[in-house]
C-alpha cells in the first residue's frame, strides 16, 4: 500500500507549500484511495475523506497543566480586575484603604484610591497590557533555545511572586496615604509581574496540547461505527477547556476583588499573593508532565532556512524582489533533496520536513498580523466599559465585570460538547480561519452596541456634559444617569463570544502550525499582538477620554468588520489547505543532523502510560 507523500503546490498567491495529495486536505487527489495518509496510524486516503472525525479522551497530565493556568489566571485578574478604578477614582469620603464606607448614601460610590484621572488610568492598564504581552519572547526564547518550558515556567513564578509582593506593599493604607508613591511602586509591580507572568503564558500554552502525542487512527464505536480520532481535533478540545480554564481563573478573581464599590482597592491584592505563592509548589508537582527538551540551535537553523532562500533574490527594484519571492522553488535552495549526495551544503542540518514546517509557520505569522485590530476591541471591556458603567446606577454591579469570562465558561462546553460534534457529523468543516473571521464579526457587534449605549448614557445623564462617570450632586456624591448598569452587560457577552472564535483559535494555531521545539517562541509571536494592540491603543490616548467613547467604540466596530472581511478573504487559500498543513513533521523522516529522527519528531506508541490507559474517543 502506498504512502501518500509530500509534493509542491503553488496557490494563486505563487506561495510554496507543501502539502498531502487529497481533495479534502485542499486541493484535488494525485494519490489512489488506498494510500496511507503522511503520520497516521494506517489510515488510508479513502477512509480520510469519508469517515467522521472525532476527538481523543483529554489525557491528565494536560488537566494538570489546566490547573496551573487557572492558578495564573487567578492570580493575573484578581489584580488587574480593579485597576481602573484604582487609578482612576478618589478616596471615598471616610476611607482610608479605598473601600466605599457602609451606609446608604454612600450607595452609589466607587471604589478608588489614587485620584490620577481616566487618561492615567487608561495608560496604566494599557502599558501593563503591552508589557505583558511582550515579555513571552523571553520566556519563548529561554524555554525554546535554553532551558525548556518547565524549567523556565518554574523560574518566572517566582518572579512573579516578587511582583505580588510589591503590589501588595504599593496597595496598604500608609503607601495610598502618599499617591505619587503608589503609583510608582504599582508601575514597578506591573513590570515584574509582567516579566513573570507573560515568561509563563509563553509556555503553558504549547505545553498543554504537547502532552498529547496521538497519531491519527480509526476506531469503531460501540454503535458500529468507524470513525477517525484525530489530533487537530483532540487538540482543539483541548485549547477549548484550557482557554475555559483561563476563564475561570478570571471569575474566580470575584473572590480577590469583590469589585469597585463594595470592597477596597488595596488588600485585595493579597489574595493573588497567597494564590501565586503555592504556584511554584504545584508545579513542583506537575513537573511529572510531558516536556520537550530545548535545542539552543533552532532559531538559528530556522533563520538559516529564510536567509538561504531570499539569497540574492532581494533587488532594489520592488516588483522584482516580490516576483522572485513568488516563484516556483523559492524554498527548494533549502532543502537537503534538491541536492545530490556529496553536493549538500554543511550548513544545512535539517531534513526537507523541516524547511515544511518553516513555511508552515511563517504562513500562521501571516494570519496573526491580523489580531492587534480584534484586540483593540477585546482591550474596551477592560477599563472602557468600566468608566461607561461607573455613569450608571451601581446595582449589582458585583459579576457585572465577571460577566465575560462567565460567558466563555458556559459557551464553551455548548460549543466543545455540541455544536462542534454535530457541524462534524453534518460534514461542515470549521476550520480556524472560519472561526477567526467569525470572531471579528461579533467584535464588531459589541463595539456597535456600546457606541449606541454610549450616546444613550450621555442623553441621560443628570449633568449633561458627556463625562457621566464624573457627576456628582450638590453634595459631592455620585449622581449617575438613571439606568441600570446590567443594560451594558452587552458588550461583556458579545466580546466573550467572539474570545472563543478569536483568541481561543489563535492558541490552537500557533500550536499546530509550529515546529516541535518552536512553539514556544511562536507562541509568544501570537501574544505579541496584543501588545501592538495595546502600543495601537497608546497612540489614541488623546481619544480615549469619556466624551470621545461613541466615535470610538463605533470605530472600533468599522475597522472590526473589514479587516475581518479581508482576512477571510486573503487567507481563504489557506484555510482549505488547513488538514495538509497540520501533518507537514509529522510523517517518517531522516531528522536532524546528530540526532535520531525520533528525537526531531515525537514518537507514540498507543497505550503508552503519559496518554492515559482508557485514552479512546470523546464523540
Not at 535554553?146 to 503590589?167: D, E, K, P
Not at 556529496?342 to 511563517?362: A, Y
Request: charged share 15%; proline share 6%; hydrophobic share 45%.
Amino acid at each position: 500500500m502506498a504512502t501518500a507523500a509530500y509534493e509542491t503546490e503553488k496557490n494563486p498567491k505563487g506561495d510554496d507549500v507543501s502539502v498531502l495529495g487529497s481533495e479534502k486536505q485542499g486541493h484535488e487527489g494525485s494519490f489512489d484511495d488506498d494510500s496511507i495518509v503522511e503520520g497516521s496510524e494506517g489510515v488510508t486516503q479513502r477512509e480520510f475523506t469519508t469517515l467522521r472525525l472525532v476527538p481523543d479522551k483529554i489525557n491528565f497530565s494536560s488537566w494538570l497543566v489546566i490547573i496551573v493556568e487557572f492558578a495564573e489566571r487567578w492570580s493575573y485578574y484578581g489584580t488587574i480586575n480593579v485597576l481602573n478604578n484604582y487609578v482612576r477614582a478618589p478616596l471615598p469620603q471616610g476611607s482610608r484603604d479605598g473601600s466605599v464606607p457602609p451606609g446608604p448614601k454612600h450607595g452609589n460610590g466607587i471604589a478608588g484610591a489614587l485620584n490620577k484621572g481616566q487618561q492615567k488610568s487608561f495608560t496604566v492598564r494599557t502599558f501593563n497590557s503591552f508589557w505583558f504581552y511582550v515579555t513571552p519572547w523571553i520566556g519563548g526564547i529561554i524555554a525554546d533555545c535554553y532551558l525548556g518550558r518547565y524549567n523556565t515556567i518554574m523560574l518566572f513564578s517566582i518572579v512573579c511572586l516578587a511582583g505580588h509582593i510589591i503590589l501588595v506593599g504599593s496597595a496598604t493604607p500608609p503607601s495610598i496615604a502618599n499617591p505619587d508613591q503608589a503609583y510608582g511602586l504599582l508601575f514597578l509591580a506591573v513590570i515584574v509581574m509582567g516579566i513573570g507572568g507573560g515568561a509563563i503564558k509563553a509556555n503553558v500554552s504549547p505545553m498543554i496540547a504537547e502532552q498529547y502525542t496521538g497519531k491519527l487512527r480509526k476506531v469503531t464505536l460501540p454503535s458500529g461505527e468507524d470513525v477517525l480520532i484525530s489530533p487537530a481535533v483532540t487538540i482543539q478540545r483541548i485549547y477549548n477547556w484550557f482557554y475555559a480554564a483561563i476563564n475561570w481563573g478570571s471569575a474566580g478573581a470575584i473572590s480577590a476583588s469583590f469589585l469597585p464599590g463594595i470592597t477596597d482597592t488595596g488588600p485585595h491584592s493579597s489574595s493573588p499573593l497567597v494564590y501565586s505563592s503555592w504556584f511554584p509548589l504545584f508545579s513542583l508537582w506537575v513537573g511529572r508532565v510531558h516536556c520537550h527538551s530545548a535545542s539552543g540551535s533552532i532559531l538559528l537553523e530556522t533563520l538559516r532556512v529564510i536567509t538561504m532562500c531570499i539569497g540574492d533574490k532581494l533587488s532594489w527594484n520592488p516588483r522584482q524582489t516580490v516576483k522572485q519571492f513568488r516563484a516556483p522553488g523559492f524554498w527548494d535552495v533549502a532543502r537537503p533533496s534538491s541536492y545530490r549526495d556529496g553536493e549538500l551544503p554543511s550548513r544545512i542540518t535539517w531534513d526537507d520536513q523541516f524547511v515544511g514546517e518553516v513555511v508552515r509557520t511563517l504562513k500562521a505569522c501571516q494570519v496573526f498580523t491580523a489580531l492587534p485590530f480584534f484586540y483593540l476591541c477585546y482591550s474596551q471591556i477592560d477599563g472602557n466599559l468600566g468608566t461607561v458603567a461607573a455613569g450608571m446606577k451601581l446595582d449589582l454591579i458585583i459579576f457585572l465585570r465577571n460577566l465575560n469570562p462567565i460567558v466563555i465558561i458556559i459557551i464553551i462546553p455548548i460549543m466543545d460538547l455540541l455544536v462542534y460534534p454535530a457541524l462534524r457529523r453534518n460534514g461542515f468543516n470549521f476550520t480556524p480561519i472560519k472561526r477567526i473571521t467569525l470572531g471579528f464579526f461579533i467584535a464588531g457587534l459589541a463595539m456597535l452596541y456600546a457606541a449606541i449605549l454610549q450616546k444613550f448614557v450621555y442623553e441621560q445623564s443628570p449633568c449633561h456634559d458627556n463625562l457621566p462617570s464624573e457627576c456628582v450632586d450638590e453634595n459631592g456624591d455620585p449622581n449617575p444617569a438613571p439606568i441600570n448598569v446590567w443594560i451594558v452587560a452587552g458588550p461583556y457577552i458579545l466580546v466573550g463570544m467572539a474570545e472563543i472564535f478569536t483568541s481561543l483559535v489563535a492558541n490552537e494555531y500557533a500550536f499546530t502550525k509550529s515546529p516541535k521545539r518552536m512553539k514556544s517562541t511562536v507562541m509568544a509571536f501570537s501574544l505579541f499582538m496584543q501588545a501592538i494592540s495595546a502600543a495601537l491603543n497608546l497612540a489614541l490616548t488623546a481619544v480615549n477620554t469619556e466624551d470621545k467613547f461613541t466615535w470610538l467604540f463605533g470605530s472600533f466596530a468599522i475597522v472590526a468588520w473589514i479587516v475581518g472581511l479581508v482576512f477571510f478573504f486573503y487567507f481563504r487559500d489557506l484555510d482549505k489547505q488547513e488538514a495538509a498543513l497540520n501533518v507537514i513533521g509529522t510523517g517518517s523522516r531522516k531528522g536532524f543532523a546528530n540526532e535520531t529522527a525520533d528525537v526531531t519528531t515525537a514518537v507514540h506508541h498507543h497505550g503508552e502510560e503519559k496518554l492515559g490507559k482508557a485514552a479512546g474517543p470523546i464523540v
